[in-house]
């Protein structure tokens, strides 16, 4: 009490001293601007020696480029409902990709998201790309405190419905389970690539708020154009913007002038993923402009980061290198992203080694907007930590839970804990789903322990876990002890797989 009553005093001493003409401060703008499969290493900043990323280069040079930045899941919507509450979630049981089930449903009604958080704190909030955590009444975007929504609903959508010469459509072998069948609960029917886009974007329509609209445009620069358009509509207000590319993400398809960039690149999925990957630079560049020419560059803080790894069924067509594993895998390549956070004026540029997650960046926005995050955050406010106010780690311990499997980091170390399959199981995808309301459990042939160095072993090519049993039983407490804040999960993987990892067969619950 006694501090709170210093605290207070002390402010009423500093408002008192302000002149009488003094506006206050304006409380800074927030922009997250997601990406959809991004790989660690598909941008220039982050190694890639094909995707020319000048504009992400650029931020990242402005701001903060963090080499071990996490986000909570290696797929999409589990991992976007953790960055949007700043939770675990499964906290909430939001544990698995909904494939359709979210026409119905979505994330807990008990949840708060930042958007809400925002709004109340006086900002005016706006949504542009794909939500995929609930389509219909209470779940929409517009009712989970965005008070302007312009997206897919849905976990994937057409990027071109209105093809045009020089145009490139990329299917690698086992990326039509991305889209179509599983995404959309049932086929797309014969016909062209072309034509099934035009018949997917019908099923999954672009809206405005709840309102169908047409959209024959590139889907990604329709999407920056609205952005941009959100910038320049609020300029005047604090408004927090988030910005959720569908790009990366399959079906790979590129306009002309995108893949004109790329055309001495002989690998068409290379040349394809590319292009969209500059796509999206190009957005990162347009929010940029548009920010520094209304004077608002150093008002704004924005963060750039992919919900999860690249994917292994799109083939060579991106990387994660130099790490190890892709979307769905709890190794390294599925759970560390691409991260980087600018606020020109405030935040030092530099290179963070230190351990951050997409939890962080609800509690950052907050913090910001003088708000409180509800319910106990899992993540941190960053801002001390990057302005030197604080020099721990932000995030010492990180959980992961997939049904039955569980990974942790801590310190140095990472474990990943995976049910053996039976051995007279192929290795396939989609094999023995377990049905909505039963909870997978662990194999009765017990599970595969990886665990990992990452100080000396970033790619995670040695498992120590036979030679460091102290380490295994220590990292396992800490899991079981994580786990039983969390709930079971609201419905079941659809795209549990069987899969050989280091020589063993294992049951992946992605």
């Not at 500093?14 to 997601?34: E, G, Q, S, T």
């Not at 209105?162 to 299917?171: I, K, Q």
């Not at 290379?270 to 402009?289: E, F, I, K, T």
Request: with cysteine; aromatic share 8%; glycine share 10%.
């Amino acid at each position: 009490m006694r501090k709170t009553l210093v605290a207070t005093a002390a402010l009423g001493l500093a408002l008192a001293a302000m002149p009488a003409h003094a506006a206050p401060a304006r409380k800074p703008n927030v922009i997250v601007i997601l990406a959809d499969d991004l790989g660690y290493g598909d941008t220039g900043v982050y190694g890639s020696k094909i995707v020319k990323t000048p504009n992400i280069d650029a931020l990242a040079r402005d701001g903060v480029r963090f080499t071990q930045g996490y986000v909570s899941h290696p797929v999409c919507a589990p991992s976007r409902a953790a960055l949007l509450t700043g939770r675990y979630q499964t906290r909430f049981g939001y544990e698995f990709n909904p494939v359709g089930r979210d026409r119905n449903g979505g994330v807990s009604l008990d949840e708060t998201f930042i958007g809400q958080v925002m709004q109340k704190a006086g900002y005016r909030t706006g949504m542009v790309g794909k939500w995929h955590l609930g389509q219909s009444g209470d779940y929409h975007p517009v009712a989970r405190g965005f008070d302007e929504y312009f997206g897919t609903t849905a976990g994937a959508n057409a990027f071109i419905v209105d093809t045009r010469p020089g145009d490139e459509f990329h299917t690698p072998p086992g990326a039509e389970a991305t889209y179509g069948t599983a995404e959309g609960g049932g086929g797309l029917g014969s016909g062209t690539e072309a034509q099934q886009m035009v018949v997917l974007r019908q099923r999954s329509p672009i809206t405005r708020g709840r309102d169908p609209v047409e959209v024959k445009e590139y889907l990604t620069d329709a999407f920056t154009d609205e952005a941009v358009r959100f910038i320049g509509a609020n300029k005047d207000k604090p408004f927090f913007l988030y910005l959720a590319h569908t790009t990366p993400h399959t079906p790979l398809q590129a306009p002309a002038k995108y893949i004109e960039r790329y055309k001495d690149v002989p690998n068409k999925g290379q040349r394809v993923y590319a292009a969209m990957v500059s796509a999206l630079d190009d957005s990162v560049g347009a929010v940029r402009a548009k920010l520094k020419a209304e004077g608002l560059e150093k008002d704004t803080l924005i963060v750039l980061l992919s919900d999860n790894g690249c994917a292994g069924y799109v083939g060579d067509a991106c990387t994660n290198s130099p790490l190890n594993g892709y979307k769905g895998t709890h190794l390294e390549g599925g759970v560390r992203v691409p991260f980087v956070m600018a606020w020109p004026g405030h935040i030092a540029p530099k290179v963070e080694t230190r351990v951050v997650s997409s939890l962080d960046i609800a509690p950052t926005a907050a913090a910001l907007a003088g708000a409180t995050m509800p319910k106990g955050s899992d993540g941190v406010n960053l801002i001390p930590y990057l302005t030197g106010k604080n020099a721990a780690t932000p995030n010492p311990t990180l959980y992961w839970r997939s049904g039955p499997n569980f990974a942790i980091r801590d310190g140095d170390w990472k474990m990943w804990m995976v049910n053996r399959a039976d051995p007279s199981e192929q290795a396939s995808t989609g094999s023995s789903i377990t049905p909505d309301g039963v909870q997978a459990k662990m194999s009765p042939l017990g599970r595969f322990v990886m665990l990992y160095n990452l100080k000396d072993d970033p790619s995670e090519t040695k498992n120590l876990a036979k030679d460091q049993p102290d380490v295994v039983a220590r990292l396992q407490a800490k899991i079981e002890a994580w786990d039983k804040a969390n709930v079971p999960a609201q419905w079941t993987s659809m795209r549990q797989s069987t899969r050989e990892i280091e020589g063993e067969l294992v049951k992946l619950y992605p």
